[in-house]
């Protein structure tokens, strides 16, 4: 028995003082008989195993792109992995991709349901233990609100999964972005998006959120991975489509002392140059190979966020080497420096800091 916490939809299972146990096949259910939760976890959060005599774990022998992928041991047909709660809408095709290596006798089946009732299914056959990407069309037959996906294997087999990435066709006209979520923030006309907003910055690598979904290296956050599909270029086309001024801001790397880390230095100038610098330049050049051969031209650009951990003659050193450095690529920006919050008025929160800066 283990104290779980507050939150809505959360539970847990352990083991007390220091104890060992084992455990399977988990149900959870509410007092009116809604089972919230049914199966057991894979290690990969956000899925589950399918199957009973399934055995999976994250392997570091040769990942696609980072440093991990899912190791699948199927000791018959129909087991593999599930990810449950997804909304799917007859006939809105679910586009995209998954990659695979490893060894099957029979076909690794892709499947959308709806409980027990499947509503599309795709077959494909391994080519070997090199990873290959295979696409992926499903077009659900019916509506389902808490609809799931299964990546599971004909028979019995050994195989490796990475990069599953699906996408309706519904979201894909719109250009990547699911259309309530648009027209939800359409609606209220933002004036400008400021992006990576708030503590999110912090370990971020805006290289990785450029080119194929493939070669992008997820980042991990608060309480969740995230993959990095939406990166800088879908940030900007976001911005475009909602007639929105984007707000860049940067990853300034170690803050505690000055002067700057040169690789962070380096890397914001090359995002700079990414964004607003010529096509016929190293990373304009990678933009247009990526979508884009315009500059962006973003205007405002802002230094880091929430820089309490440092202190304020330290971080006003460190806009005074980033600004001059990223107005030479582009001088006509516009840069925005962080402050306390509370303008310097609560001893928790970065005394005098303001007036520093």
Not at 236 to 261: F, H, Q, W, Y
């Amino acid at each position: 028995e283990v104290a779980a916490g507050r939150e809505a939809g959360h539970f847990a299972l352990g083991a007390a003082d220091g104890g060992e146990g084992e455990f399977k096949n988990m149900k959870v259910t509410c007092p009116d008989g809604n089972v919230l939760f049914e199966g057991m976890p894979s290690p990969a959060r956000h899925w589950q195993i399918s199957g009973t005599g399934t055995e999976m774990h994250l392997d570091t022998t040769d990942p696609l792109n980072s440093l991990q992928s899912m190791k699948i041991t199927a000791l018959s047909a129909g087991e593999g992995l599930l990810q449950k709660d997804l909304y799917l809408k007859k006939g809105d095709t679910q586009n995209g991709s998954l990659w695979l290596r490893g060894q099957a006798k029979d076909e690794i089946v892709i499947r959308l349901r709806n409980g027990n009732d499947v509503l599309a299914e795709q077959k494909i056959k391994m080519t070997g233990n090199t990873w290959k990407e295979y696409t992926v069309h499903l077009t659900p037959s019916s509506d389902a609100d808490y609809g799931s996906l299964e990546i599971v294997s004909g028979g019995v087999s050994t195989f490796w999964v990475d990069q599953v990435v699906m996408m309706p066709n519904s979201a894909k006209l719109t250009g990547g972005f699911r259309p309530d979520l648009l027209k939800a923030v359409s609606d209220i006309k933002p004036a400008s998006i400021r992006w990576p907003g708030g503590s999110y910055i912090g370990g971020f690598k805006w290289k990785n959120t450029i080119g194929p979904q493939y070669k992008r290296i997820g980042k991990a956050g608060w309480d969740d991975f995230d993959p990095l599909a939406f990166g800088v270029d879908e940030f900007l086309r976001l911005c475009s489509k909602l007639g929105a001024e984007p707000v860049m801001v940067v990853n300034i790397g170690p803050r505690r002392t000055a002067p700057a880390d040169p690789e962070s230095l380096q890397d914001i100038c090359d995002l700079v140059e990414y964004c607003n610098g010529s096509a016929t330049g190293k990373w304009g050049a990678l933009r247009a190979s990526n979508g884009h051969p315009e500059p962006y031209n973003i205007k405002y650009w802002e230094l880091d966020n929430e820089v309490w951990s440092t202190q304020p003659d330290v971080y006003a050193a460190l806009v005074n080497e980033f600004a001059p450095a990223m107005k030479k690529i582009y001088p006509d920006i516009i840069l925005i420096a962080c402050g306390s919050g509370s303008l310097g008025q609560n001893p928790g929160q970065w005394p005098m800091g303001d007036e520093v800066v």
